[in-house]
């Protein structure tokens, strides 16, 4: 068994360094059925020991890109390496990956133990072997009272426990896992992403995930390839797709923002960057950012609602970066609580504050007055 990363996961960024060779390639990877292209000229390279994300929308081509590495589909052009071979040709059950579905498919006549030995049995393994390695998948998701069990006798959790512990028996070097967490209830899917990441950190196994919930992707992932109609939109870690989404599209699918059309007027140098001033129908705004975009340019600013402070007394800076509006609704989410302000001239706005205090009534509420504002390096601006 491979060594955990343990302490060195936070220098963990082969795609960082130039001379790290891709453990799977996609290769100017397209795929059409009919007329309708799934996957358009795709090339995307994933390293050794990588837990990677492919997310999106329905529809978007993320589990086509999968099936194609898995065997189940053929790329129309385009070709798909692993640890350099070709992998055209070579049928699904010949490929070092396994995948895990949804529906988890177990066979419920079968125990526990006997679905996890299934495919170490057809195999042909030694008796012993598979013994030993059943026991070892057992351990591995904290099993083994339930090695006797059949599935209708566990929980959703334990069932999704067992696909798991079959997908790994195997020893692939790439587990697939398409949508593996979307029948679980929320708590239980919470708990178990980190427990797929302390298995694959204790295997050392490479991982790609196929999911459209933004917060497993942000928790479980090394890297995020956000896809739209076939195409890569941007393929970065969690905290660079969150803090620096390089579009409209991809900020505004990654979690809560507040995104306003605006115009560049002016920009100036100062010693670590530069300050661009834009206008959004009457607001003035300032974004600590070096970007391309020149005067007259449009462009899109962008915030998150946590880096909004929510005031009832003007703030003490300057008039950019600074709204005036109404408490029009509240999302009251526990660890914090959301704010949507209608500004003065009728746009809507949000802002969101952490719930530090144990209090019922809050200071804020519907209808009060309020002042939003956020320093310069807190916004964004996107101009595409």
């Not at 350099?84 to 895990?100: A, E, I, K």
Request: charge should be negative.
């Amino acid at each position: 068994m491979a060594k955990t990363l343990g302490p060195v996961k936070r220098k963990f960024s082969p795609w960082a360094d130039p001379e790290a060779t891709p453990f799977i390639r996609f290769e100017n990877v397209t795929k059409r059925f009919g007329d309708f292209v799934a996957v358009d000229n795709l090339t995307l390279d994933i390293y050794e020991r990588e837990f990677f994300s492919l997310l999106g929308p329905s529809g978007c081509g993320k589990t086509t890109l999968m099936r194609m590495l898995a065997g189940f589909e053929d790329p129309t052009e385009g070709r798909i390496l692993l640890q350099g071979q070709d992998l055209s040709g070579v049928p699904p059950y010949r490929r070092p990956t396994n995948m895990m579905f949804q529906s988890y498919a177990l066979f419920p006549h079968m125990s526990v133990e006997k679905n996890i030995a299934f495919g170490l049995e057809q195999d042909n393994l030694p008796k012993p072997e598979i013994e030993d390695r059943v026991r070892e998948m057992l351990k591995l998701v904290k099993l083994e009272q339930f090695a006797k069990r059949k599935p209708n006798q566990l929980s959703g959790g334990q069932r999704q426990r067992v696909a798991l512990a079959r997908s790994l028996a195997k020893r692939p070097k790439v587990l697939l896992l398409d949508e593996p967490l979307g029948a679980l209830d929320r708590k239980l899917r919470e708990e178990t992403q980190f427990e797929l990441m302390d298995i694959q950190q204790t295997l050392g196994l490479t991982f790609l995930i196929v999911t459209h919930d933004q917060e497993e992707a942000m928790t479980v992932s090394d890297r995020i390839a956000v896809m739209d109609k076939g195409v890569l939109v941007q393929v970065a870690t969690p905290a660079e797709i969150y803090e620096a989404p390089n579009s409209r599209y991809v900020a505004d699918f990654i979690g809560d923002i507040n995104i306003l059309e605006a115009k560049v007027e002016s920009k100036e140098s100062h010693a670590a960057g530069e300050i661009v001033h834009i206008d959004s129908d009457g607001l003035k705004i300032k974004v600590d950012q070096a970007c391309n975009a020149v005067a007259g340019d449009s462009v899109a600013f962008a915030i998150r609602p946590e880096k909004v402070r929510i005031s009832t007394t003007k703030p003490e800076i300057s008039a950019a970066n600074m709204l005036h509006g109404e408490v029009w609704d509240i999302g009251y989410l526990g660890d914090f609580s959301v704010f949507i302000v209608r500004l003065d001239d009728g746009r809507m706005f949000r802002a969101a504050q952490a719930n530090v205090s144990r209090l019922v009534d809050r200071p804020i509420t519907f209808g009060d007055m309020v002042w939003l504002s956020w320093p310069a390096e807190a916004g964004l601006v996107l101009t595409r």
